[in-house]
């Protein structure tokens, strides 16, 4: 038990034969010491739960009724009452966890989420075949949605929006939320091509919505930048923040075309996928997207 280790003594240790000789008062069999330790982890997973969601006072009483057993002759055996109130309390704290990291409109994962995942999968991702993708999505003339239905509905199309990207998302893919409309799709061990493929699927699957069923006139699209990085494993790496300004260049680049487009790098040059696909060639900014 590491919360009983730290500071407080356990019980004195057995010796093989312990088990089937006769033991003075106060001695304990193994069964005994299993029993009791059974019950003193039971009661500790409890105390550590109470801890992290900030319980202190109760905790501590659970503590010492692990502290308790421990130092307890004849140690109960765990009570099923028990053994589900660890299990209640351990799926509150995953429950607790999961929504910290949900955005509260949408329910795709938030910031938090993002920045603290897409840095773990580029250290993963080094030097591996697949690469990493990151598409930052927006949604195209999105104020004007505001402005002419009212913000409950425009509530109502980010939702549509954040299901429609997130149908049909490859193993290991996730959406997040980065701010008002904007969204990034991660794509882990994905290739160029296939990235692409699945950005441009999402386009069209939010331009061919029946939205005029939500409201009448109602037309969404979204443009996306799509960047995906690919490097040596003897090479720099590849930050979360850089990978989020490249997809971020690109998808400028998917707006000054016209919108409703991906946006992505082949080498140095930009090309780009949808509507606006070989009507006229996507600019670059001065730093060279």
């Given at each position: 038990?590491?919360?009983?280790?730290?500071?407080?003594?356990?019980?004195?240790?057995?010796?093989?034969?312990?088990?089937?000789?006769?033991?003075?008062?106060?001695?304990?069999?193994?069964?005994?010491?299993?029993?009791?330790?059974?019950?003193?982890?039971?009661?500790?997973?409890?105390a550590?739960l109470?801890?992290?969601?900030?319980?202190?006072?109760?905790?501590?009483?659970?503590?010492?009724?692990?502290?308790?057993?421990?130092?307890?002759?004849?140690?109960?055996?765990?009570?099923?009452?028990?053994?589900?109130?660890?299990n209640?309390?351990?799926?509150?704290?995953?429950?607790?966890?999961?929504?910290?990291?949900?955005?509260?409109?949408?329910?795709?994962?938030?910031?938090?989420?993002?920045?603290?995942?897409?840095?773990?999968?580029?250290?993963?991702?080094?030097?591996?075949?697949?690469?990493?993708?990151?598409?930052?999505?927006?949604?195209?003339?999105?104020?004007?949605?505001?402005?002419?239905?009212?913000?409950?509905l425009?509530?109502?199309?980010?939702?549509?929006?954040?299901d429609?990207?997130?149908e049909s998302?490859?193993?290991?893919?996730?959406c997040?939320?980065?701010?008002?409309?904007?969204?990034?799709?991660?794509?882990?061990?994905?290739?160029?091509?296939?990235?692409?493929?699945?950005?441009?699927?999402?386009?069209?699957?939010?331009?061919?919505?029946?939205?005029?069923?939500?409201?009448?006139?109602?037309?969404?699209?979204?443009?996306?930048?799509?960047?995906?990085?690919?490097?040596?494993?003897?090479?720099?790496?590849?930050?979360?923040?850089?990978?989020?300004?490249?997809?971020?260049?690109?998808?400028?680049?998917?707006?000054?075309?016209?919108?409703?487009?991906?946006?992505?790098?082949?080498?140095?040059?930009?090309?780009?996928?949808?509507?606006?696909?070989?009507?006229?060639?996507?600019?670059?900014?001065?730093?060279?997207?």
């Amino acid at each position: 038990m590491t919360g009983l280790r730290n500071g407080f003594a356990g019980p004195e240790p057995l010796r093989d034969d312990d088990a089937t000789t006769a033991l003075p008062p106060g001695r304990r069999t193994r069964q005994d010491l299993a029993n009791g330790s059974g019950m003193a982890e039971l009661h500790e997973s409890i105390a550590n739960l109470l801890a992290s969601r900030g319980q202190w006072r109760q905790a501590y009483h659970h503590l010492r009724s692990a502290l308790d057993l421990m130092s307890t002759a004849d140690a109960p055996k765990v009570p099923e009452q028990l053994r589900h109130e660890v299990n209640r309390l351990r799926r509150e704290h995953a429950e607790a966890r999961e929504q910290s990291l949900r955005d509260s409109l949408t329910a795709s994962y938030n910031r938090r989420y993002l920045d603290e995942r897409l840095a773990a999968l580029l250290t993963d991702h080094a030097g591996t075949d697949g690469g990493l993708a990151v598409a930052l999505v927006d949604l195209d003339w999105f104020k004007q949605v505001n402005d002419t239905y009212g913000h409950l509905l425009g509530d109502r199309v980010l939702q549509r929006v954040v299901d429609l990207l997130q149908e049909s998302l490859p193993t290991g893919a996730f959406c997040a939320r980065y701010g008002g409309e904007e969204f990034v799709l991660v794509l882990p061990g994905i290739d160029p091509a296939a990235a692409v493929q699945v950005c441009e699927t999402a386009r069209l699957r939010v331009e061919r919505f029946p939205w005029p069923q939500m409201a009448p006139g109602l037309r969404v699209t979204i443009s996306i930048g799509l960047a995906h990085e690919h490097r040596a494993a003897d090479s720099a790496p590849v930050s979360a923040e850089q990978q989020l300004i490249s997809a971020d260049a690109l998808l400028y680049a998917a707006k000054q075309a016209g919108r409703n487009a991906v946006a992505y790098r082949v080498g140095s040059e930009v090309r780009l996928a949808g509507m606006t696909a070989g009507r006229r060639a996507a600019p670059r900014r001065a730093s060279g997207y």
